[in-house]
Each structure stands twice: as C-alpha cells, then as structure tokens.
C-alpha cells in the first residue's frame, strides 16, 4: 500500500472505527481457482447523515491448470450514520472484468488505468461515486442513495471492446 493510500485510510479510520477489517486484502481458492483481492484507491467525504469511505477494489484471479489472470475492478461504499454506533453497511458497484483469462479480444483496455476513486456529496443522503483515472477524468459513474442502499449506474460507457468484423462479412 502506498503512503498517499496509508494516510487516506488513517484519517478515515478516525470517522468510521474497525473500518480497516473492511479494506484488508485477502486471498483464497477453490480446487485449482485462485485469487487475491486489495484496495487500490479510496476516498472519505461526508454527507449530512452519514460518514462514507469509497474504496477501488480491484481482484486477480488465475487457474493452475493454466490460462492466463484475469482482473476484475469494482467500488465498494462503507458508511454509517453520523448518530448511529452501528456496525459499517457496505454497497458494490458491479464487478467488471477488465482483463479475461481466456485472451486479449475479452480484455477491456479502455478501462485499464481507471484505478482511483471520484466521490461527491450530490444531495441530502446521495453521493456519486466513479472510477478514475490519474487526471481525474472519469469512467463508470454510479449513483448511490445511502439511505436506501440504492446502488445506480449513470453513465453510458460500453462495457463491450470494440471488435473488428470478420473479413468474409
């Protein structure tokens, strides 16, 4: 973990206690499937109600029976209210493969470089959260009602690569 990350966490943890437990790496597997999973990126902010950590998670999985990695990239939300001594409610974005296994034509590669983390406080209890990139222009966009654990994406980037059409077509 980078020291920007390290100190981003470290005041963030002063807002939401045990939020660390939440944004440890891990790792597992399953016969010969396995993967690792760390935080990239994560941003604090506050809304009227609720403390809120948004973190870039990012998964790498591979096979023993060979095969390539493949990468798979999400935002996750940890918040709790700003009255509530509650344990920390989390919400996922969906988990978007930007890297198949299986060869280069499944890869994503306008997405590779979106490892940081937008957030902004839009409204009473709705936040916008996205992916991002080093100059902080941003990828998939969600919505993200906290009151609700509502979770909305509000963009309109294919997720699919572009693909060049067969010569005989």
Not at 2 to 15: F, G, N, S, V, Y
Not at 142 to 165: A, H, Q, T, W
Request: charged share 30%; with cysteine; glycine share 6%.
């Amino acid at each position: 973990m980078d020291d920007r990350l390290e100190q981003r966490l470290r005041e963030a943890e002063a807002k939401l206690p045990n939020l660390r437990e939440h944004l440890k790496p891990y790792s597992g597997g399953f016969f010969d499937e396995y993967y690792n999973v760390r935080i990239d990126d994560a941003t604090y902010l506050e809304t009227n109600n609720y403390n809120v950590v948004v973190a870039n998670m990012n998964e790498h999985s591979w096979s023993d029976c060979g095969g390539g990695i493949s990468w798979s990239v999400w935002l996750s939300v940890h918040y709790r209210g700003k009255k509530d001594e509650k344990e920390i409610i989390l919400l996922e974005t969906e988990k978007i493969r930007i890297r198949s296994r299986e060869g280069s034509a499944g890869d994503k590669r306008h997405l590779w470089g979106y490892s940081f983390v937008f957030a902004q406080h839009t409204s009473e209890d709705q936040i916008e959260v996205a992916w991002a990139n080093e100059e902080g222009d941003k990828a998939l966009t969600y919505r993200i009602n906290l009151g609700e654990n509502i979770v909305e994406r509000i963009d309109n980037i294919n997720l699919s690569p572009p693909r060049k059409l067969p010569s005989w077509l």
